[in-house]
């Protein structure tokens, strides 16, 4: 009997330290239900590129397509509704499309429709699920984003660079009045990977464990407040890193001009032969990474059109147009500018430019969510994105924990050709950072000064 009671409380004792220990400023395991939660390794059910599915899904064009088409019209709807468009900035919405998917997994009637219609029109939702964990899992294995996986080639174990990356993190925030089917927790599994946290919004200390949980992608607070009201609220957040394929010399830097807005300041200017694209309306150049299976792109209007005006027309039309362009016998001398836009004082709301892109009751009242939980009044009340950290210099494109690349070589390895065409973006353009395969941007941003 002593005994007994001895080990009661020895094992109330551990319980009682074991919670004066818990952090009451971080998540907890019972607040993270997506951890108890394992995906499918059949490649062939999940097309997840770590478990093998090195072929896409048979529809992955026309996701790709479908997804492009979301993306510029996002884009060109964001651009329209900013404060200050004066001021450089860049946006991930590949993002944004992979948490929709997610999303209208739970979604019901009209509102999954609607969302379906908006990012994959004349798909199921198999076939988005199925491609969206293809895209994602394939983007993050190439960039060896997973440690300790072993290199066919050498035999020895990966390790995950501090220069050479590509991360994503796509989270669901529940307020703990809203319970979750376990359907979509395993569809969120299976094919997302999503963080899916449920927690008391009213908690003294709720948004410190949401902002802490976004410190790999800024230094800032991801979101500022959080209504006690709220039912569902969606963070996302991307990095890219790289050095580029062909590297710069130092004596490939050198002063320039770049004017916006009739003013003129110096810049440094990277010179180098590049993939040259254009339309009737611009022209650009692309430029390739090393280890990501990504792919730069600069598109710079034509002389007699405006940034504002120019970003009006970009639709999937003109982007496949300069894609298409492309002449891999013919190479431009380009003069790209240095440049580097920081990471927003907090995540900004995407609900209004999604409303203009063809989500019109998703943030309202009118949206239903039978598939992804029984609460009454429930309601997905906002989607918010961390801007991206980017510099793109000499050494390559740096992100937000990016050591920094390293230096131009003193010399050339190969020295550059002479071409009949010389390009320098020494005025307002865009750029895509975009997938390799697929061509869905991951990255679409502009530099106006």
């Given at each position: 009997m002593k005994k007994t009671i001895a080990l009661i409380l020895c094992l109330i004792l551990t319980v009682s330290i074991m919670c004066a220990c818990t952090d009451s400023t971080?998540?907890?395991?019972?607040?993270?239900?997506?951890?108890?939660?394992?995906?499918?390794?059949?490649?062939?059910?999940?097309?997840?590129y770590n478990d093998g599915a090195t072929s896409a899904p048979t529809i992955y064009n026309?996701?790709?397509?479908?997804i492009i088409n979301f993306e510029l019209r996002l884009f060109r709807n964001y651009y329209s509704q900013k404060s200050d468009n004066d001021s450089s900035f860049v946006i991930s919405p590949i993002n944004t499309a992979l948490q929709l998917g997610l999303i209208a997994n739970g979604a019901s009637g009209d509102t999954k429709s609607e969302i379906i219609s908006a990012?994959?029109?004349?798909?199921?939702?198999?076939?988005?699920?199925?491609?969206?964990s293809y895209f994602k899992s394939r983007m993050e294995a190439v960039s060896k984003l997973q440690s300790n996986e072993v290199d066919e080639l050498s035999g020895k174990k990966q390790e995950v660079s501090e220069d050479e990356y590509v991360k994503f993190d796509n989270s669901l925030f529940f307020n703990d009045i809203s319970d979750v089917k376990t359907k979509f927790l395993q569809t969120n599994a299976n094919y997302y990977g999503s963080d899916i946290f449920r927690f008391m919004f009213s908690d003294e200390n709720a948004l410190t464990k949401m902002n802490g949980h976004f410190t790999d992608f800024t230094k800032n607070n991801a979101v500022a407040k959080i209504d006690k009201e709220h039912t569902l609220l969606s963070v996302t957040a991307a990095d890219i890193s790289d050095i580029w394929l062909d590297p710069y010399a130092e004596a490939d830097i050198e002063k320039g001009s770049f004017t916006s807005n009739g003013k003129s300041r110096e810049v440094n200017y990277m010179t180098s032969n590049e993939s040259f694209i254009k339309t009737d309306k611009a022209q650009g150049i692309i430029k390739y990474t090393s280890a990501n299976p990504l792919k730069f792109m600069i598109v710079m209007p034509n002389q007699n059109i405006t940034l504002e005006d120019y970003i009006t027309d970009f639709n999937?039309?003109?982007?496949?147009?300069?894609?298409?362009?492309?002449?891999?016998?013919?190479?431009?001398?380009?003069?790209?500018?240095?440049?580097s836009i920081d990471s927003e004082k907090s995540a900004h709301p995407l609900s209004s430019a999604l409303a203009k892109s063809g989500l019109y009751t998703l943030f309202t009242e009118d949206s239903t969510f039978a598939d992804l939980t029984h609460t009454d009044n429930f309601m997905l009340n906002e989607m918010y994105e961390i801007s991206p950290k980017i510099s793109v210099n000499a050494a390559g494109i740096s992100g937000t924990k990016a050591a920094g690349g390293s230096a131009p070589f003193k010399e050339r390895i190969k020295e550059l050709e002479k071409t009949d065409l010389i390009i320098e973006f020494n005025r307002p353009f865009i750029f895509l950072i975009i997938d390799n395969e697929s061509n869905i941007p991951v990255y679409i941003g502009t530099v106006n000064n």
């Open positions: 971080q998540f907890s395991n019972s607040e993270k239900l997506s951890k108890d939660y394992t995906r499918s390794t059949d490649p062939s059910e999940s097309y997840n026309a996701y790709a397509n479908n990012i994959g029109k004349d798909l199921t939702i198999d076939n988005i699920n199925q491609c969206s999937n039309l003109e982007f496949s147009n300069l894609i298409d362009s492309v002449d891999i016998t013919k190479k431009a001398t380009a003069k790209i500018p240095e440049f």
